[in-house]
Structure formats: structure tokens, C-alpha cells
């Protein structure tokens, strides 16, 4: 095993990596979402993307019109390919609010494919540093592959006030929510996230039963200390990505906002179709190391795939590994882009290519402002 890592290392290099009778290749490499571009947005960040039914892919992404602060004005922009990534379509400009502070948090993305819609999450005033302090958490529809948008809807204001959601700080993924596919809770939507100015702070996800017509809490993984404070090394489970096993569990793929244990990456399941989380399932996969930032998880054939920015103290080195086991072992790697870059999210593209979309540098420094996306082949 280890001569075949090194072997895989050293052909990575070269963009093409063979292991275990697989080649993994990168085909294309494209900027979508440019900061200083688009008028003059100074950047792009928070990667979602999804691909439909039809075969298109839809990719959004927050634009920070005036800085690269989470808490100031944002809007979300999207772009689609109907031809494996290979050309989009122009940005278009979802929703916005420019005159608010603390304005959108971007969120994940959902394909329900049950109805043939793109639902997409996001939150505003999640910092609670807005004028009314009130968290709201939106869900926005699209019945067309995201050409046109329905009116957004306050999941915590559906059919009256839902204790639970309303000025709920939490903000999904970054990344994208799933449609169970086997039981339990076959059909269900599933979209994950994190507390951010709640009363405690916790990984946790929301569920509906009903296409979205409604939402409810489900899993949830709090901190320990649950009400904090969070010190260094305290376990604190934040941004996540999920994926549903072969045999209908849930894998959450957690980052490790304090480092407990190691630099990488928290793993936990649920057995229940997203209600609970198993603690016994909970661990640390030290061969996923972390810098702390948002990583990419997909279920694509019969192969589990991860991206993230692959060191454990600087946000760069995106790289894509895979697995032939559902993530209790890594077989493979490759490098994506070696320089400084943050962020990033999966997609599968077509039966043989998946799609890396990553936050990188404007400058050549730790500054993330634009989204690549990188067309993977897989033969």
C-alpha cells in the first residue's frame, strides 16, 4: 500500500494518476467566478453545486461586493453547463441583499429529484450584527434547472412561527443537501450545517418529510462543551458535507474547527435516515489532513471521492482523493492546484467525470476570491 501511495503521489504530478486499475485525470481547468469581475465584485467564495436530471450542472457562489468579510453585503450568483462543464452560461444574479450588514450566507444546494427542482439554502443576519439581531434561514425554488426563481421562503415562518427555526443561527453546509434515495426515510430531504450564534454550538441538520413544503430539526452532533467557551483543541464540529451509504446510512464528512485530536477531518454516520447521529460511529481520519476549512464529499458509482485544501495549517494544496470502501480507507490522490486556495465542493458530471469546484487566489496569497472549476475523468 505504501509503494503504490508514493507511486500514485509522483503521477499526480503529471495530472494523471493510476491506482488500483483506476486513472483519475484532470481534463479542464476554468475560472467561473473571477473577483474584480462580474462589476467589480472584489470576490467569490462558498462553492455549491449539484447536477440535475437533465444533465445539467448548476454551480452558485456568493458574491462579496465589497470585501471578503462573511458578515458584509452578498449576493448569489449562479452558472450552468448543459455540456459536461465544458461551456456555462452567463452569471446570473439569484438573490441579493447589497444594503444589509451581515447579509447572505451561502448555504447549500439541493436537487429533489422526486420533483424535478433545484432548492437553494441560505441564510441572513447569521452573525446576528444585522439591525434586527433576527436570523433567518431561506430556501429559494427552481422548477426550470434554476432559469428562473420562485419568491424565497422563510423556513422559519412556514405556516405560522416554527420555534424551532425561527432566529435559528445556523447556516447550511457549504456544499449540497441530499434526497434519500434508500430507506430509512427514503425520500427524505436532508440539508446540514452549523450553530453560529446560537445558544449552543452544534453540527446539525434540518429534514423534511414533505417534499419542503415543511421543515423540522434532525441530526445533531452539539460541542463539547455544548454552550462553550470553544478553547483550543475542544470539540467542535462545524461545516459539513453529507453522502448516503449503499446501505442507507448517512456519512458525515465534519470540519474540525478546533483541531481536536489532529489537523483532519471528523467522520460520523446515522442509521436512522438523518434523525440522529450515532456517537459510536464518531472518528477522526488523520489521513484526511485540514487546515480547518470547508471540504467536498461525493458518492459517485461505486467510488466515495473528497476534496479539500490538503495541509494541516495553510489553506492551499486542493487536492481530490477517492475511495473504493465508502471512506474507511483512502486508495488514491490527486493534486487539483498546488498554491493557495480555500474552500471547495463535488459534483458529479456524467457517468465519467466529476467536478471539483474550489476557492483560489486572486494574488498568489492567502486571499480566495475567485471559483475554479476543474473537470476530473475517471476511467
Known sequence: MESMSTFCSILSALLITACNGLNVEVVLD?????????????????????????????????????SRSDSNSKFVAGRSSVNGGYSWSVTEFVTSNFKSNDGINLGAVLYNSEQS????????CAHRTCASRV?????????????????PVDIGKIDGINSNLYNYSWSAGPGYGIQKKLQPNKGRLIVCGHTIRHIYYAMECIISDDQGKTWKL?????????????????????????????????????????????????IM????????????????????IDPTDAGGILKHGDLMFFSNAANAGARENITLRWS??????????????????????LTSVDENHIGVLYERSMKGNSDAGSIWFTLVKIH
Open 269 to 288: 454516520l446515522s442509521n436512522d435516515g438523518g434523525d440522529t447521529i450515532d456517537f459510536n460511529s464518531v472518528r477522526f481520519d488523520t489521513t484526511l
Open 324 to 345: 473504493a470502501n465508502e471512506g474507511q480507507s483512502w486508495d488514491g490522490g490527486i493534486n487539483i492546484y498546488p498554491g493557495p486556495a480555500a474552500y471547495s465542493t
Open 30 to 66: 476554468q475560472v467561473l467566478f473571477e473577483g474584480g469581475d462580474e462589476g467589480e465584485v472584489y470576490a467569490y467564495r462558498i462553492p455549491v453545486a449539484t447536477l440535475t436530471d437533465e444533465g445539467k450542472v448548476v454551480v452558485y457562489a456568493e458574491g462579496r461586493k465589497y
Open 135 to 151: 436570523t433567518s434561514n431561506f430556501m429559494i425554488k427552481s422548477v426550470d434547472g434554476g432559469l428562473s426563481w420562485e419568491e
Open 218 to 266: 434532525g441530526a445533531s452532533q452539539v460541542a463539547l462543551p455544548k454552550y462553550g467557551p470553544m478553547y483550543s483543541r475542544a470539540f467542535w464540529p462545524t461545516e459539513v458535507q453529507i453522502s448516503e451509504l449503499k446501505n442507507g446510512s448517512i456519512l458525515f464528512n465534519v470540519r474540525n474547527e478546533r483541531k481536536y485530536f489532529c489537523a483532519c477531518r471528523i
Open 117 to 124: 427542482e433545484v432548492l437553494l439554502f441560505y441564510t441572513e
